[in-house]
Each structure stands twice: as structure tokens, then as C-alpha cells.
């Protein structure tokens, strides 16, 4: 088995995990893609797609990695809901992640729900904090998924052209 062959055949497993891990909580999907994407590049030697490149798209992953983080808690804020809120939506994204994929949605909402009520906020109030960090996962999720093709385009582009 010749090193070029190694290096391609784990750039496809970690691509391939990575592009699950846009949907499965335990998977860090952005930073295996960009793993993949490396692992591509090396398998080259890197003869087409550079140190320019590789920068360019380890900042797209650590952009879309850091609006993954943040989605739940800046969702709860747009629809109005307090310091408490905010706070609460963040801490149940990253409790939620040790629970699965039922964690990671539910955990921001009720972590939001919870902070506000904490601040003696009314249910509806802290209900529409909840919703706002629900849609703040998915609106993460779409942006993640988006930096992901923007990371693939990024290579092809410096692969092809």
C-alpha cells in the first residue's frame, strides 16, 4: 500500500464522518470535513492545494465551529430573551451534546426556558426563549452545513483550477 493511497483512503473516512457529524451530535462535523480535506491535500503532497488554502479553510471550520457553539444562545436572544436566557440556552447545548441528538435540541430550549424563568420571567416569555434557541440550532445547522460547501468549494477550487 503506497502512502498516497493511505493518505486518500483516510482522508475519505474522515470526510465521510465528518459530513455525518453535520447531523450527529457526537461527531465534530466541521472539524473532521476539514480533517479530510487536509488529508487530501497531504495525499498530493501538497502540489495542488496549498498552505494558502488550507489556511483559508481552517478559518471557514473554526467560523462555522464557533457559530455552532453560539447558535442556541444568540437564537434565544433574538426573540427577546434576557441575560439569563442566553446563559441557560448555552449551558444546555453543552449539557444537551452528552445526551445525543434529543440533548441537542431539546437541551438549548429547555436551558433558555429555564434561565428565564429563573429571572421571574412568565411562562410565555420563557417559552419564546426556548423557541428562539430551537431556531437557533437550526439556523446553526444550516450555516454549518453552508461553511462545509464553502470548505469544498474552497479546495476545488485550488485543486482545479
Known amino acids: 500500500m503506497t502512502v498516497s493511497f493511505f493518505f486518500w483512503f483516510v482522508a475519505a473516512v474522515?470526510?465521510?464522518?465528518?459530513?455525518?457529524?453535520?447531523?450527529?451530535?457526537?461527531?465534530?462535523?466541521?472539524?473532521?470535513?476539514?480533517?479530510g480535506l487536509v488529508a487530501a491535500a497531504w495525499a498530493e503532497g501538497f502540489?495542488?492545494?496549498?498552505?494558502?488554502?488550507?489556511?483559508?479553510?481552517?478559518?471557514l471550520a473554526v467560523f462555522g465551529y464557533g457559530i455552532d457553539l453560539l447558535?442556541?444562545?444568540l437564537g434565544a436572544r433574538r426573540f427577546g430573551a434576557?441575560?439569563?436566557a442566553v446563559i441557560g440556552a448555552g449551558a444546555g447545548g453543552v449539557v444537551g451534546m452528552f445526551f445525543g441528538l434529543p440533548g441537542l435540541v431539546l437541551g438549548p430550549f429547555i436551558g433558555a426556558v429555564c434561565g428565564e424563568?429563573?429571572?421571574?420571567?412568565?411562562?410565555?416569555?420563557?417559552g419564546r426563549a426556548g423557541?428562539?434557541?430551537?431556531i437557533g440550532i437550526i439556523v446553526g445547522t444550516a450555516a454549518k452545513i453552508a461553511v462545509v460547501f464553502a470548505m469544498i468549494g474552497v479546495f476545488i477550487a485550488a485543486r482545479f483550477f
Open 131 to 134: 423557541f428562539g434557541a430551537w
Open 117 to 126: 424563568l429563573l429571572a421571574r420571567k412568565g411562562p410565555v416569555s420563557a
Open 14 to 35: 474522515l470526510f465521510s464522518a465528518g459530513v455525518a457529524g453535520l447531523f450527529l451530535p457526537a461527531l465534530p462535523g466541521i472539524v473532521l470535513v476539514y480533517a
Open 82 to 84: 434576557g441575560r439569563y
Open 71 to 73: 447558535a442556541g444562545a
Open 47 to 59: 502540489s495542488y492545494v496549498g498552505s494558502g488554502s488550507i489556511i483559508a479553510m481552517g478559518m
